[in-house]
């Protein structure tokens, strides 16, 4: 796969990902528009998505991860009230 496929991939997903549509949807979707066979078997492709929505779980979490702090320090201290 040429890294410009893959990155045109990776802002697909991270464009719609939070959107109320379907961001595997739309991975399907870029590459029959434009004509690209890159993957050898159908697995490889599903781990290439795969991979793309870890990515977006992992910036997500580092985006929010001042957040996620609090929330869970909150609900721990939820579980053992003082």
Do not use: C
């Given at each position: 796969?040429?890294?410009?496929?893959?990155?045109?991939?990776?802002?697909v997903?991270?464009?719609?990902?939070?959107?109320?549509?379907?961001?595997?949807?739309h991975?399907?979707?870029?590459?029959?528009?434009?004509?690209?066979?890159?993957?050898?078997?159908?697995?490889?492709?599903?781990?290439?998505?795969?991979?793309?929505?870890?990515?977006?779980?992992?910036?997500?979490?580092?985006?929010?991860?001042?957040?996620?702090?609090?929330?869970?320090?909150?609900?721990?201290?939820?579980?053992?009230?003082?």
């Amino acid at each position: 796969m040429p890294i410009s496929h893959a990155i045109v991939l990776g802002l697909v997903q991270g464009l719609t990902e939070f959107l109320p549509i379907s961001s595997s949807g739309h991975l399907l979707l870029v590459p029959w528009l434009f004509g690209w066979d890159d993957f050898d078997d159908a697995g490889t492709e599903k781990a290439f998505d795969v991979a793309l929505h870890i990515g977006t779980l992992v910036a997500a979490v580092v985006y929010f991860r001042h957040d996620l702090v609090r929330y869970i320090r909150a609900g721990l201290a939820a579980l053992h009230p003082a």
